[in-house]
């Protein structure tokens, strides 16, 4: 059965993501077979609301569905302005939650992204 690749996306505080970190890091030096987890976490809520908006996840599942794809194309088949595409793309390969393939076109490589965030601490 192949793997899924997955993200966890949530908020966090430094500490917190540190001790992950170490505990990962003297996993895979231990166990057998653990390729480790990707993370990405945010500050606060805002931050995270910040960088995945509505029309951003959008822009995700469109090249998850869809497949690569240059910005040009991708305004199309979302029907928005390219400009806001571009900024709105750009903003998602710099969290790196998009990546571009050998032909340099814009990729979704996460099979499942998870996110988590507490509303009340």
Do not use: G, H
């Given at each position: 059965m192949m793997e899924k690749n997955n993200i966890n996306i949530g908020v966090e505080d430094a500490n917190r993501g540190y001790k992950r970190?170490?505990?990962?890091?003297?996993r895979a030096s231990t166990e057998e077979g653990y390729h480790g987890e990707v993370h990405l976490?945010?500050?606060?809520?805002?931050?995270?609301?910040?960088?995945?908006?509505?029309?951003?996840?959008?822009?995700?599942?469109?090249?998850?569905r869809s497949g690569?794809?240059?910005?040009?194309?991708?305004?199309?088949?979302?029907?928005r302005d390219y400009k806001n595409v571009h900024v709105d793309s750009a903003a998602l390969e710099d969290a790196g939650l998009i990546q571009r393939d050998e032909e340099g076109l814009m990729i979704a490589p996460w099979d499942v992204i998870d996110a988590h965030f507490r509303l009340v601490a």
């Open positions: 970190f170490v505990d990962a890091w003297n976490n945010f500050e606060d809520f805002a931050m995270l609301a910040a960088v995945l908006t509505p029309k951003r996840l959008e822009i995700l599942k469109t090249l998850r690569p794809m240059n910005v040009r194309a991708l305004s199309q088949v979302v029907e």
